[in-house]
């Protein structure tokens, strides 16, 4: 790299550079947030994210792959109940879209703010065994509580799912906790 002849060479090109930066920020400004946490980059659109979490919710597997290739948030909330995808599907026993939004990365352990629901304690307390099954293997926290510290475990047992209490006990939760 040649030194700057004058000065005033160093500074026209500083400008520049800040010019570049500053039309660089106005080009980004209107398009949607981008937000991190897959192997790539991933563009928020709030339209997107909705039918993303409706599909999922609603076992419309042909949508999830859909949506899921045009890589939207996959842990977005889009909703004020503030849960994800992976917690609807879990919460209606949607095997393959668990699976599906697993293999994206979905964050196994993503607590709603409000009471710290995860994906398990979800699909625990519906007593849904196999999706049950499918978090522990791919890394759910078997005793990840609520802020109150109800655990899967209390709550799969306290709705009489037998099944579930059988694979928490076997993936070593905790019977000591609450």
Request: aromatic share 4%.
């Amino acid at each position: 790299m040649r030194p700057f002849a004058t000065e005033k060479d160093r500074l026209a090109s500083q400008q520049q550079r800040e010019i570049a930066e500053l039309r660089s920020q106005l080009q980004t400004s209107q398009k949607p947030p981008v937000q991190r946490g897959r192997e790539e980059m991933t563009v928020s659109r709030p339209k997107d994210e909705k039918a993303l979490y409706d599909a999922a919710r609603g076992g419309d597997v042909s949508a999830v792959r859909r949506l899921l290739a045009s890589n939207v948030n996959i842990n977005c909330t889009p909703y004020p109940d503030g849960w994800t995808p992976l917690m609807a599907a879990s919460f209606d026993g949607h095997v393959e879209i668990v699976r599906l939004l697993i293999e994206a990365k979905a964050q196994l352990n993503i607590q709603e703010k409000e009471t710290g629901a995860t994906p398990l304690y979800i699909a625990s307390g519906k007593g849904h065994s196999e999706v049950v099954d499918i978090l522990l293997r791919n890394g759910a926290g078997v005793d990840r509580a609520l802020n109150d510290g109800t655990t899967p475990l209390y709550i799969a047992s306290q709705n009489g799912h037998s099944e579930v209490v059988d694979i928490l006990l076997r993936n070593g939760a905790g019977v000591d906790r609450a």
